[in-house]
């Protein structure tokens, strides 16, 4: 028998577990009480176990010390074949004191036992002082898997479930629970969340902008979408000014953690002081307040969402808008339905692989990233160092599903000869103050004491360091600290306007990692010119996100050589403060990558290795390649997963009784989008009878409430509102296509037909079994999410109206003329009136003439990268236009521009939509002069514009909508 002693906290002792998981077979898990913050240390590891093997948890209500929602997360388990169990302490009056964990695995004779004194809790488990025993012996675990039996045979030991839970929910009381009291959770440790309040003077450039868009958007139907803010731009305090703009009676503002809650209940109390407000997390459910600062933790839970009707909030925020993807944010977006739905986030918007715009309703109604922010001043300059890490060699670390291996990664990071280098780099590119990122506690403890050593004032800051957060700070600001090293604690949430330096000494797996380690320190400050990044990338393809998150792509091969291609020939879109230099052995590292071609399969098992799952159709489709590459081995996208052996039994069940019905789906024809609209709005009805008038209705606001989905109607019914004899024929037209397409086409081909109409009444053709309704419903949803995600949206050109040059140009605001047209319109002569001056740039200054010419083009994704500028009406007076990324205010072209009235020279304005449509350029819509309002930002510049003849009717739904 070989026993050793797990000390906790230099040893964690979740990471020993989750290292066990992974070698065995068969766990059995047996203590007192579960904490769900030490559950969420082990669950992900728990739940994948459960899918393939045997996996046994008994816990107790001893002491009243277990918390009810960390036994709903194990109820989640039982679902994929765990057994969990209850041992009824208060009804034996029996104490239930184990604290006890076994591993094995019969094929390779893997066998360990820990019995000591920790329970499932983060401080158990990372803090408190505990003593476990790890025992290595066969015989052992047999002998303690036996004794199991006899606990749960006990007459007062039972099965989990949700009754079970409700009522010992009732016993418990969470401000009693002195145990917990004591358990510091993770989620709420102020040692690692800090929310610097600043004080608010007025809105910045980008909260003014969004504000005039979500207004206007409002204005035309827009009742739900997404706002896209780097950090430090002010997303919260814009929610609020908004929502003093909106005066809802009843506001929700959704978030994870406490202390965001906190700050952002101070900041909307700041401008709407007369509102009650309330909290709505743990045991604090204040839900008569006006507006409600609830925790998802909370609130997404079923029977907590159920005590609010669904229209009872006006106004519903939901920040960190980027977890939507998880079950609790979906079950909360798709629960309430508010008069207005406002999306926040920080973070690129398919960081999860997860299209989050689909949940308000694929409206991206305002978006600015970290380079948009350092554009316009807001946030410091950066220069960044992409240092080959060439001590490492990342590909002999072992990789487990989606990141390294903690232990092996931080026995190879922990090298004199890679602590050298590293120190090298730091003292030929540092500047005053560093915080560098490391992969772990030791790795931390590590580094700092090799530069100690080198004479540099150096500081590990974590969890279980001497050295305090805020008093590491201050001694960072005022100098007495050249360096702090750290895990976690600064990725989120605290300011550091004093660090000018920033070293990332790990790989980070997760792209908003990254991008929250690199912001760390581009708050600006007085004195404080720019930041310097040093980041070490090795030769594993988990470095290739860094750059596809900094420059915002999705990380394919194409797309990576396009990125080397520009970080080669100096033509990255950068602010002109800015840099971005990569080592030449990075590059190389790089440009392999963008060579090499995998085929789907091994793209398909690598996204299911590192995600834990397997890929949605529309996951596919944007993140892989092309279901019709998986038709041709499978026959459909299903048939392929159920090939994989990703589809469930219910789900395999389903297919094989209703294929047909979904290779329909999924192949069908669409020359619009409208049979899918129909369709989500039948399924939102549970798939029950629809009156086609209700569904004639529903599809139109729909349309009306998606911004890119709004292109796809005919002109005549682009109105906010229809009256009785538009509708009558929106009503017609929506029955020829897309309800009888939907049955007519498969009649005619002599198909089955899967829908019917009768009696006003549009249903399904065929029964679905009531056991398996949920299911089929559930591959119903994936499919049409697929299809939206795979369409390609046709836009309806009506609005184009050409225009006579023979007539005065004042008389021919809003009509559609090229380029070359111009000279003719405005009776220009001689050298200015050369057609070449009009086709080079969007900014045109004709020479010798009272006259110059602006020419956008609103949608610009066919466009190069670095001509897509950021140019949009604000409202149907007010618009905003960027200038060549070389412009700055001081030029003759931004003068031009900013003294236009004093020097008599007109600005005319001239929009369209898009710069082609199937290879055919598209014309200019002249929306007369423009009158220059402010201007900011350098390399480019970002000009106001009031237009002096407001955008028409017709022009406001087409051009306000992008």
């Excluded at 016993?171 to 608010?200: A, C, G, M, R």
């Excluded at 909370?298 to 998880?326: S, W």
């Excluded at 092996?408 to 990071?413: A, R």
Aim: proline fraction near 3%; charged fraction near 25%; include cysteine.
């Amino acid at each position: 028998m070989v026993s050793k002693l797990i000390d906790i906290p230099n040893n964690q002792l979740e990471e020993i577990i989750n290292n066990y998981i992974d070698q065995s077979d068969e766990v059995v898990i047996m203590v007192s009480f579960v904490f769900e913050g030490g559950l969420n240390l082990i669950f992900d590891k728990l739940k994948k176990f459960s899918t393939k093997h045997k996996l046994t948890v008994v816990t107790s209500n001893y002491l009243k010390s277990t918390e009810p929602n960390a036994l709903r997360k194990l109820l989640e388990l039982t679902s994929l074949g765990a057994k969990i169990y209850l041992f009824d302490s208060l009804e034996s009056n029996q104490n239930f004191h184990i604290k006890s964990y076994s591993f094995s695995n019969a094929s390779t004779n893997f066998s360990r036992c820990i019995i000591g004194s920790s329970n499932i809790s983060f401080c158990a488990f990372k803090k408190s002082y505990e003593f476990n025993v790890e025992i290595e012996d066969k015989d052992f675990v047999n002998d303690f898997n036996k004794k199991l039996l006899d606990i749960l045979s006990h007459p007062f030991t039972s099965e989990l479930s949700a009754e079970i839970i409700e009522q010992y929910e009732e016993l418990y009381n969470e401000k009693n629970n002195f145990i917990l009291q004591s358990e510091e959770n993770p989620n709420e440790d102020t040692s690692k969340v800090h929310i610097e309040v600043i004080p608010y003077k007025e809105p910045n450039i980008v909260q003014k902008d969004a504000l005039e868009i979500l207004n206007s958007d409002r204005e035309l139907g827009i009742n739900k979408g997404l706002v896209v803010m780097a950090t430090g731009l002010g997303k919260t305090i814009l929610a609020a000014l908004d929502a003093a703009s909106f005066k809802p009676n009843r506001l929700l503002f959704v978030a994870h953690r406490e202390e965001i809650l906190k700050q952002s209940l101070n900041s909307f109390r700041m401008f709407m002081p007369s509102k009650s407000y309330g909290y709505y997390q743990g045991n604090t459910k204040e839900a008569d307040s006006d507006f409600i600062f609830a925790s998802i933790q909370t609130l997404g839970r079923k029977n907590q969402l159920e005590k609010f009707d669904k229209k009872h909030f006006d106004y519903i925020i939901v920040d960190e808008f980027h977890h939507v993807g998880a079950r609790s944010y979906k079950k909360l977006v798709e629960y309430f339905d508010p008069t207005f739905f406002l999306g926040l986030t920080a973070t690129p918007n398919r960081t999860d692989n997860i299209d989050i715009l689909q949940f308000c309703g694929n409206n991206l109604l305002y978006k600015k990233d970290l380079i948009d922010g350092v554009k316009l001043n807001l946030l410091s300059s950066f220069d960044y160092r992409g240092i080959q890490d060439k001590y490492v060699d990342y590909t002999k670390i072992t990789w487990r599903g989606n990141k390294f291996d903690g232990v092996d990664l931080t026995n190879n990071l922990n090298t004199l000869k890679r602590a050298k280098y590293v120190f090298e780099n730091w003292v030929k590119h540092k500047q005053t103050r560093t915080l560098a990122f490391c992969a772990s506690i030791k790795h931390c403890d590590f580094m700092a004491d090799y530069f100690s050593k080198k004479g540099i004032n150096a500081v590990s800051v974590h969890s279980n360091s001497t050295v305090k957060r805020d008093i590491a700070l201050k001694n960072l600001s005022t100098n007495e600290i050249d360096i702090l090293f750290s895990v976690d604690l600064f990725n989120e949430g605290v300011d550091l306007p004093v660090v000018d330096t920033i070293m990332m000494l790990r790989p980070t797996e997760s792209k908003i990692i990254f991008i929250q380690q690199f912001g760390r320190g581009l708050r600006k400050a007085k004195g404080k010119e720019l930041v310097k990044i040093i980041d070490f990338i090795g030769n594993h393809k988990t470095f290739l996100e860094k750059p596809a998150a900094l420059f915002d792509f999705e990380l394919t091969a194409n797309s990576m050589k396009e990125f080397i291609e520009k970080h080669n020939s100096e033509k990255l879109d950068l602010p002109a403060s800015c840099r971005v230099l990569y080592d030449a052995e990075v590059i190389d590292f790089f440009n392999e990558y963008s060579r090499k071609r995998q085929d789907f399969l091994s793209l398909y098992m690598e996204y299911k290795s590192a995600k834990e799952a397997r890929p949605t159709a529309s996951q596919f489709y944007q993140f892989i390649g092309k279901l019709s590459n998986v038709r041709v081995g499978y026959g459909s996208w299903f048939e392929f997963v159920d090939k994989m052996g990703d589809l469930s039994k219910l789900e395999s069940e389903c297919l094989k009784k209703y294929k047909m019905f979904f290779i329909y789906l999924e192949t069908t024809k669409m020359t619009k989008c409208f049979k899918m609209i129909t369709l989500d709005i039948f399924v939102k009805n549970n798939l029950d009878k629809i009156g086609i008038e209700e569904l004639c209705k529903k599809s139109f606001e729909y349309l009306r409430q998606t911004t890119n989905l709004w292109n796809e109607t005919a002109s005549e019914f682009k109105k906010d509102l229809l009256n009785e004899n538009e509708f009558k024929k929106w009503y017609k037209y929506w029955v020829g296509n897309p309800i009888e397409a939907l049955i007519k086409i498969n009649k005619q081909k002599k198909e089955p037909v899967f829908f019917a109409t009768k009696s006003d009444l549009f249903y399904l053709n065929f029964e679905v079994e009531e056991s398996l309704k949920s299911t089929f419903i559930d591959l119903l949803k994936e499919l049409i999410e697929y299809r939206f995600a795979a369409y390609k949206i046709s836009f309806d050109l009506s609005y184009v109206e050409r225009g006579d040059i023979k007539q005065a140009a004042k008389t021919q605001i809003h009509k559609a003329f090229n380029k070359t047209d111009i000279p003719l319109l405005f009776k220009i002569t001689g050298e200015a009136a050369k057609p070449g001056i009009y086709k080079m740039f969007g900014h045109v200054r004709p020479p010798g003439i009272s006259h110059q010419f602006i020419f956008v083009t609103l949608i610009k994704s066919t466009m190069a990268k670095e001509h897509r500028y950021h140019d949009y009406f604000k409202s149907d007076k007010h618009f905003h236009w960027q200038s060549r990324n070389t412009t700055t205010q001081n030029s003759p072209t931004a003068l031009d521009v900013i003294n236009h009235e004093e020097n008599k020279k007109d600005i005319h304005l001239f929009v369209r939509k898009m710069d082609q449509i199937e290879g055919r350029a598209l014309p200019f819509t002249y929306c007369g002069k423009v009158k220059f309002i402010n201007v900011s930002g350098n390399g480019p510049i970002n000009v106001n514009f009031d237009l002096e003849t407001p955008l028409s009717d017709r022009l406001k739904q087409e051009f306000l909508r992008i």
